[in-house]
């Protein structure tokens, strides 16, 4: 499981930051999926491995502009490029108006299926052949989401031995056990594949979190998940001095939550743009580093543009670069 920041600024882009967007795939850039899409999320697309055609679905975490303001754009890219795939948009309905406004307003078109889906509805669940997903609610201005993606489908491992006992030698009947399908053998057996095979290990989960100023309500969802994403807006100080109105967390709050929730990785995004120094002394990147580390002891990292990050199937996080993994903060 791969994932990729395409942006990890809060509210206005900076120089180095774009606007919240994740992609997220089960193996790589094919196919692949997208958590938020700011403003500007399709120029991010064109410096990374991800194309519009590949795309299987979009999930929003709520209506405010920079998680959003990207769609028209991107949607109407993927048209003019002669995308004919069916698309669904996991969103708040408020979405779909925006989007429907948009291109009645400018004179454009899509060429293919969207297909909108109430993050909203309860009871919401999500899934294809790689990932079952759904919704927390979270705490913030406006109703808002997390999306929780649970990897489906795992490899099986044949039970040999039991296939052997049972007279069921090596051959084509042991590939479609293994796939997972039932199968029925010439002397009139029907073969169970839940009955000769296991699945060794348990599935990976991811958590994406969208705005959001009590971790808490994270909890239950947190049990057996590897990963969470999460805001880390401001640091402790300047989140006392802005006040709760903008409704966000700090680095702070989200790491006693991650280390409460005895989570094993944390990355955290979705900065405030007076983060951007890296002089000591002025607000800087750092700062918020600091003060996640003084209260977590998992692996912590903090989310740049363009980082993608593989989940293995042991469980263990990395960052990938150029050369290879690298570590964490």
């Given at each position: ?173 042991w590939g479609e056990l293994q796939k997972g399908k039932d199968v029925r053998l010439p002397d009139g057996r029907l073969l169970a594949a839940d009955d000769y095979t296991c699945i060794p290990r348990e599935p990976r989960k991811l958590i994406v979190a969208g705005d959001n100023d009590t971790p ?114």
């Amino acid at each position: 499981m791969e994932f990729t920041f395409l942006g990890s600024s809060a509210g206005t882009p900076t120089r180095s930051r774009n606007v919240t967007a994740l992609a997220l795939g089960p193996r790589g850039p094919k196919p692949w999926y997208l958590v938020d899409c700011g403003e500007a999320t399709q120029h991010q697309l064109l410096r990374s491995r991800y194309s519009v055609m590949q795309l299987k679905a979009i999930f929003i975490t709520h209506i405010h502009g920079d998680h959003i303001f990207g769609l028209p754009g991107l949607l109407t890219s993927a048209s003019m490029l002669g995308r004919e795939e069916p698309l669904d948009l996991i969103a708040p309905p408020q979405v779909g108006r925006f989007i429907q406004a948009a291109i009645e307003n400018s004179d454009s078109s899509l060429s293919f299926s969207l297909n909108l889906i109430n993050s909203e509805a309860e009871g919401f669940q999500w899934q294809d052949e790689y990932f079952s997903v759904t919704a927390v609610p979270l705490s913030h201005r406006v109703p808002c989401r997390a999306f929780v993606f649970t990897e489906r489908n795992l490899e099986r491992q044949l039970q040999q031995d039991k296939l052997r006992a049972d007279g069921i030698e090596a051959g084509p009947e042991w590939g479609e056990l293994q796939k997972g399908k039932d199968v029925r053998l010439p002397d009139g057996r029907l073969l169970a594949a839940d009955d000769y095979t296991c699945i060794p290990r348990e599935p990976r989960k991811l958590i994406v979190a969208g705005d959001n100023d009590t971790p808490e309500l994270l909890a239950q969802a947190c049990q057996g998940a590897q990963v969470l994403v999460h805001e880390a807006t401001y640091t402790q100080d300047v989140a006392d001095r802005v006040g709760p109105w903008p409704q966000h967390s700090s680095a702070e709050q989200v790491a006693r939550f991650a280390r409460q929730a005895q989570l094993p990785n944390l990355v955290l995004t979705h900065f405030s743009s007076r983060y951007q120094s890296e002089t000591e002394g002025t607000p800087n990147i750092n700062q918020l580093a600091a003060e996640a580390l003084r209260h977590y002891k998992g692996q912590l990292f903090l989310a740049r543009d363009f980082d993608t990050y593989r989940l293995e199937k042991d469980f263990t996080l990395h960052r990938l670069d150029n050369n290879g993994l690298t570590g964490p903060v």
